[in-house]
Structures are given as C-alpha cells and as structure tokens.
C-alpha cells in the first residue's frame, strides 16, 4: 500500500513507491528544510540528494497491516500439545490423546508423525508442570532423525 507523509517524517529504509529510491539519511537544515540522501540498487547503485520542504508529500510503499496476528496468543482446540506430567510428557492433537512418552525427544516424534500421517499442521504448543504455554515448532533435524529411527 501506498503511504503519503510529508518530508519532515522521513526515516532512514523508507522507500519511494515512485521510482523505489530507499532513504539512507536525513537531516533538518537550519531554515526547517529537510536535506535526504537516496540509494537504489535497482538503479545500478545510483546515490541522489534532495532538499525539501518540511510539508512536502512523499509517496512511500508501507506495509499493509495484519488482520490477524502472525502468532496466536492462545491455543485452538485443533492444535497439538505436548504436556509436562508427572508420568513423562502427554502428546494430543486435536483434542484427541495420543500418548505418554519418558523423553520429550520422543514426545515430539509421536506428535511429528501423526501430523505427517494426517498431512494436517496446526499450531504446536508445550506445556509445563505449572500449565504455562509455549508455541514450538520442530527442528530441521527431527524429521530426519525419526527417518531413520534415532528417536
């Protein structure tokens, strides 16, 4: 999306959405004018300087905003747990238990696999002996080591 500001609000990695010129420096002059240095890679490298007035409109690419955030705050009732107790760590998906492990190591194998059985990839949480929560996500080496039965 497309954000106009005047020149006084420039900051250092805005870009232009005209010619995609990236701001690398700013400074007011005595006199309230703004003095902006610009870079483009895209332009073969080309630097230029500007000297502006405070109130002029510049056009910038912004980002647009989320409507959801990118990590939820609280677990769905679909996503997968894997609990401390005092028996080992609990693994469920869905609601539904899967079972009871002595090593977290393998907790997360079990709870691997049957997300690749199902081919379903909801949200991943731990829980600790006092019931806080944490969202996880696998490491690169879990779906290699459960390959070759190393979990």
């Known amino acids: 999306m497309i ?12 870009v232009f959405s005209t010619d995609g010129f990236t701001v690398e420096s700013t400074a007011t002059l005595y006199d ?30 912004r980002d647009e905003p989320d409507d959801e955030p990118d990590e939820p705050d609280t677990p769905d009732d679909d996503d997968g747990f894997i609990g401390e107790t005092d028996r080992g760590y609990a693994v469920s998906l869905a609601g539904k238990h899967i079972g009871t492990f002595s ?15 199902a081919q379903y990839w909801p949200n991943l949480w731990r829980v600790n002996e006092r019931g806080n929560m944490e969202q996880f996500a696998f490491d690169s080496h879990l779906a290699r080591d459960t390959g070759n039965g190393l979990v």
């Open 3 to 14: 954000a106009t500001i005047p020149a006084s609000q420039l900051k250092v990695g805005d």
């Open 32 to 61: 309230g004018r703004v003095s902006v240095v610009l870079h483009s890679d895209d332009h073969a490298g080309v630097t230029k300087q500007a000297v502006l007035e405070p109130d002029f409109p510049c056009h910038l690419w």
């Open 103 to 117: 090593r977290a190591r393998r907790a997360e194998a079990c709870l691997y696999l049957e997300l690749e059985r």
